[in-house]
């Protein structure tokens, strides 16, 4: 019955032209579309995608997107299913035109979808917030088909020199119809005009190309099922992405040398010879003489510089009236005392340079959204910069263009990934050094009382050390004092027990650089400890594991991925009631693997349980071969976090000292 159905829509798309043109209408829905009930394979799913579209067009800056669903079960129309809509918008295409939405009941009668659609915070995580436009579908119900339709449009003048299709969504898919309709002007910085070409990774049916248009039919698409933890998920989903340029790219050796070569003459153009930059240099070092001390001197310096790339995007008639120029040298840079991240990294290496040292720049890709593929032949995925200065032997990694981060740290999502070292004849490619867990480091002190019918109220305080206080403050950038607020306790929430009230007294540090961010909450927990008899099973640990979801499968399909190392400190003290004898503390725990290590000790002091806890990893991107081993390791963790200490009424609670 599916096949029929798609003999018709298969006449009604007609050719790619005809596609990017007027059949961006509804597809008609057929008696078979109807009688769709299950998936195959998987007769128990809650909805099925029965048809995606996807047309880019690279002439008008558009992306032309089509769901249809079918709504199986009643699951399937409850909040949080498929009928509550997520469109998020790239960066580089934010504004939605043309929404169209609207509900097929399974007698044939049609809802439109009058409103609106609003803003919503869906992901957060460190150094990413997406910002999704969402509505829900009216009158849905098992059998009904919904379907909904949208532009992405970038802003005026933008071409984009990378695009890509997504192939595998979170429902199986019965047709995928997927075009790229190549720009039919040059763009600017390519070479080989408008020449187009494209990688496919995970996929066994190739596209077609022709006439500067690519062109893909799936069937029969099995819904992508991802784990926690897992690393980018594009690198592990069919995808095609496509790309521009001429003879360069018929090997990706040759692009990357030519590309080098660029950078290289781009760099040493902006970066100049200026007398005032020598001058800034010598300012800013002044008496030193100490080589680490005279960097670091520098580096603070360059952050001094206002720092356009954390501000909201302007117009061109804003940046017109605020007087904001393009910096076309290190010169501008500091004599207008602005600039973007890039052009901040160039002034840093700039001054490096003026006092003598050996200073380099690096075109560094991202690992926050996908890892580097070198046959992936686009200037495009070396997004970023950063500064390397040889000091005493050492290459000494800077990141001065990200606002706040610490002198010798990069941003997460720039270690233990690839970067080019631009020159004369091209470059060489280097993987950048992770960062350890020494780096990253979030340290909880709770100070609690429990009352003998189990509660427990008191005070904690935060502290975000190196990387965990980079990513509070980055997020907290374009957020007020509510949304701050909101976002600490919303954190706290989720390391406390279920029920936990939690206000936030205060935080410091929100403009440091190298200082932590220090936060402090009061919180309270009813009925924390468990009542059994005159007994009170008291958890040693107050704070819940962030990783326990990642292990909870006996097996694994994809690695276990971390954005960044990390170190947890804790230490949670809890004043006993009056009343109450010890009966049994939580024995020593202590967990390792090469890169990892788990204790937690607890003893009775002055009337007060106090555990004190240590979680440090090591690793980043671990193989699904070594799954096992960790599965094992954080169910120690998990364990030794939910053990419990045995309080009695009567005697005196100093009676066992523990461990």
């Not at 509900?103 to 460190?126: A, M, N, Q, R």
């Not at 009904?144 to 898919?173: A, D, P, V």
């Not at 700039?350 to 032949?377: H, P, W």
Request: hydrophobic letters at 35%; proline letters at 6%; aromatic letters at 10%.
């Amino acid at each position: 019955m599916l096949k029929l159905s798609w003999l018709v829509w298969l006449f009604c798309l007609g050719s790619s032209a005809s596609v990017l043109g007027q059949k961006e209408d509804w597809l008609p829905i057929t008696p078979q579309d109807l009688q769709v009930k299950e998936v195959p394979g998987d007769p128990g799913a809650d909805a099925i995608q029965m048809y995606y579209a996807d047309y880019i067009n690279d002439n008008d800056h558009s992306e032309f997107y089509y769901h249809r669903i079918k709504i199986l079960t009643e699951k399937g129309r409850q909040p949080g299913g498929p009928a509550d809509v997520e469109i998020i918008p790239p960066f580089s295409m934010p504004r939605i035109s043309d929404l169209k939405a609207r509900t097929i009941h399974p007698d044939g009668s049609i809802v439109e979808f009058t409103g609106k659609p609003f803003e919503k915070t869906v992901l957060k995580g460190h150094g990413f917030k997406f910002q999704a436009k969402t509505f829900t579908f009216p009158d849905v119900t098992p059998g009904s088909i919904i379907e909904y339709k949208y532009k992405l449009r970038g802003e005026e003048g933008y071409l984009s020199t990378i695009n890509s299709w997504t192939i595998q969504h979170g429902l199986f898919t019965v047709r995928e119809h997927l075009v790229f309709k190549a720009s039919e002007v040059p763009l600017e910085g390519v070479s080989g005009g408008t020449n187009v070409s494209f990688l496919s990774r995970n996929l066994d049916k190739k596209p077609t190309i022709k006439n500067h248009t690519v062109e893909l039919t799936m069937e029969n698409v099995p819904a992508f099922q991802p784990e926690s933890n897992m690393p980018p998920e594009d690198d592990y989903k069919p995808q095609v992405r496509f790309f521009y340029g001429g003879s360069e790219t018929t090997s990706a050796e040759k692009f990357w040398q030519e590309r080098g070569k660029r950078l290289n003459d781009a760099v040493n153009r902006f970066i100049g010879n200026h007398g005032e930059v020598r001058d800034a240099a010598v300012a800013a070092i002044g008496t030193e003489t100490d080589p680490e001390k005279k960097l670091r001197k520098l580096y603070a310096r360059s952050q001094e510089i206002r720092n356009t790339t954390y501000e909201r995007e302007r117009s061109e008639e804003e940046r017109k009236k605020e007087q904001i120029k393009p910096n076309e040298n290190v010169g501008d840079v500091l004599k207008r005392g602005y600039g973007d991240r890039d052009d901040i990294t160039l002034l840093l290496t700039a001054m490096a340079r003026a006092a003598g040292m050996d200073a380099s720049v690096f075109y560094v890709s991202s690992r926050q959204e996908r890892f580097f593929n070198k046959n992936l032949m686009d200037r495009g995925q070396l997004d970023s910069m950063v500064a390397v200065v040889q000091l005493n032997g050492k290459d000494v990694y800077l990141d001065p263009g990200t606002k706040f981060c610490p002198y010798g740290e990069i941003r997460w999502f720039r270690t233990a990934t690839a970067a080019l070292k631009p020159g004369k004849d091209g470059g060489t490619f280097v993987q950048l050094p992770s960062a350890s867990h020494q780096q990253a480091v979030t340290s909880r002190t709770a100070d609690m009382m429990l009352a003998e019918d189990g509660s427990v109220q008191g005070t904690v305080t935060v502290q975000y050390k190196g990387s965990e206080a980079l990513e509070h403050r980055l997020d907290a950038i374009n957020t007020d004092a509510t949304g701050r607020t909101k976002d600490l306790e919303n954190e706290m929430k989720g390391w406390v027990p279920n029920g936990a009230f939690v206000k936030l007294i205060d935080a410091q540090g929100w403009e440091a650089t190298n200082d932590p961010l220090v936060a402090h909450f009061t919180v309270s927990v009813p009925s924390y400890a468990s009542l059994a008899g005159k007994r009170l099973l008291l958890p040693s640990c107050f704070f819940q594991s962030r990783q326990k979801d990642a292990f909870k499968h006996p097996e694994r399909k994809y690695p276990v991925y971390f954005p960044y190392a990390f170190s947890e400190l804790d230490k949670v003290s809890v004043k006993l009631p009056a009343g109450y004898s010890l009966e049994g503390v939580p024995p020593v725990q202590d967990a390792s693997l090469p890169y990892a290590r788990y204790q937690s000790v607890t003893r009775v002091e002055n009337s007060q349980l106090i555990t004190q806890r240590t979680l440090l990893f090591n690793g980043i991107f671990l193989p699904v071969q070594e799954y096992s081993q960790i599965k094992d390791f954080f169910g120690k963790v998990q364990a030794g976090d939910e053990q419990q200490a045995v309080l009695r009424s009567g005697g005196n609670v100093n009676a066992q000292k523990g461990n």
